[in-house]
């Protein structure tokens, strides 16, 4: 995403702030800095994670 880019919020209207997300995805836990709608938590996932991290937490678990 471009520093420059501003996004707002579909749900309440007011603009994303970056802020330290946590997850907890297929009972292990990551947080990654995403933006987040202040109001309403709401989070905005970049494409890169969806495929990126998402898919390596996937694979750490079937290591296992």
Known sequence: MNEEEKWICRNCRCELEQRKTVFDYL????????????KCGRVLIPRELAIGKMVEVEAQLEEK
């Open 27 to 38: 009972s292990l836990t990551f947080s990654e800095e995403l933006l987040r709608c202040p």
